[in-house]
């Protein structure tokens, strides 16, 4: 399966909100709600910041959504904060239960 | 609280062979699916392997199909990745991955909710 769709990078100013689209195929984004976001900051693990499409881990903040639409996954992040500068990564269920899973290239998030 | 430390990483030839662990702590570590996740240098992240909490059923990228083997001791709360037949292109972070899912037989509707810190291998003659 090929690697889902991602902009490679993004910016916005302190405060505002912006979205980072993840785009795959009717197999796989568009045939399950089993996307999650995952967040890098430089040199360290990934984190879980959304799963099943829109659903948030405990201890994640409410300025982190994540929604859906035919073959196209979003995350939004609101009201953007200096410490959400980081690489994000999404991941789908690839329709293949011998291989399950699949990333987006990545996005670099930029605050200005 | 959950704690993931890989280990084992290293420099080896073309062709060698790693085998990486991964100790894990503060969960019931039979009751869930792990997974390797990697990262090449500069990279995004490639999923390579999970196996269900029992070990009885694995999984694998087409890029490791046949050349890598996941396999887990629930006695010993440890999770392993042997390498072998390694190609310049493995060089990469190794992430361990506890997988979380409300199916627990169905480990390939999970997602990654808590990841180690990583461990580099590096294939170079």
């Known amino acids: 399966q090929s690697a889902l769709t991602q902009p490679a990078s993004v910016s916005g100013s302190p405060g505002q909100s912006i979205t980072i689209s993840c785009t795959g195929t009717?197999?796989?984004?568009?045939?399950?709600?089993?996307v999650s976001w995952y967040q890098q900051h430089p040199g360290k693990a990934p984190k879980l910041m959304i799963y099943?499409?829109?659903k948030r881990p405990s201890g994640v903040s409410n300025r982190f959504s994540g929604s859906k639409s035919g073959n196209t996954a979003s995350l939004t992040i609101s009201g953007l904060q200096a410490e959400d500068e980081a690489d994000y990564y999404c991941?789908?269920?690839?329709?293949?239960?011998?291989?399950?899973?699949?990333f987006g290239g990545g996005t670099k998030l930029t605050v200005l | 609280e959950v704690q993931l430390l890989e280990s084992g990483g290293g420099l080896v030839q073309p062709g060698g062979s790693l085998r990486l662990s991964c100790a894990a702590s503060?969960?019931?570590?039979?009751?869930?699916?792990m997974s390797w996740v990697r990262q090449a240098p500069g990279k995004g992240l490639e999923w390579v392997s999970a196996?269900?909490?029992?070990?009885?059923?694995?999984y694998y990228a087409d890029s490791v199909k046949g050349r890598f083997t996941i396999s887990r001791d629930n006695s010993k709360n440890t999770l392993y990745l042997q390498m072998n037949s390694l190609r310049a292109e493995d060089t990469a972070v190794y992430y361990c991955?506890?997988?979380?899912?409300?199916?627990?037989?169905?480990?390939?509707?999970?997602?990654?909710?808590?990841w180690g810190q990583g461990t580099l291998v590096t294939v170079s003659s």
């Open positions: 991955a506890k997988v979380n899912t409300v199916v627990p037989a169905a480990i390939h509707l999970g997602h990654f909710d808590y």
């Open positions: 503060g969960f019931t570590f039979s009751s869930y699916a």
């Open positions: 196996i269900s909490g029992s070990g009885g059923s694995t």
């Open positions: 009717s197999s796989d984004v568009g045939s399950y709600n089993l």
């Open positions: 099943e499409v829109s």
């Open positions: 991941c789908s269920y690839a329709g293949s239960s011998t291989s399950p899973w699949v």
